[in-house]
């Protein structure tokens, strides 16, 4: 079992940067690949990035492609997504998940609550 927090959403003016935060608890974190989606309103759940248990192999979103950037660090069982050059179409509430390295929501298995990004233009 995996539990999920998410952290760092905020307002951020187009062009911005932030970084959201997901810090699971379980000694198995380490085990399981994690991914970020985002969801905005009246939209599907959207990929946006995946990284595997290891931290080795990354894969990303068409649409945050250059200025996304997933990592994560198992000692601290933390998963991070770092956005730069923030777009208003950006705007969507972010969700972390545990599962298998992959693009659809089927794959994960474990979600957080989600945190809102808010981008202005």
Excluded: H
């Excluded at 290891?54 to 933390?78: E, H, L, M």
Aim: charged content about 20%; some cysteine.
């Amino acid at each position: 079992q995996v539990q999920l927090v998410e952290s760092g959403g905020g307002l951020v003016q187009a062009g911005g940067s932030l970084r959201l935060s997901c810090a699971a608890s379980g000694r198995t974190f380490s085990r399981y690949n994690m991914g970020w989606f985002r969801q905005a309103p009246g939209k599907e759940r959207e990929f946006v990035a995946t990284i595997s248990w290891s931290g080795s192999s990354t894969y990303y979103g068409d649409s945050v492609k250059g200025r996304f950037t997933i990592s994560r660090d198992n000692a601290k069982n933390t998963v991070y997504l770092q956005m730069n050059s923030l777009k208003p179409e950006d705007t969507a509430v972010y969700y972390c998940a545990a599962g298998r390295f992959a693009r659809t929501p089927d794959e994960y298995d474990y979600w957080g609550q989600g945190t809102q990004v808010t981008v202005s233009s």
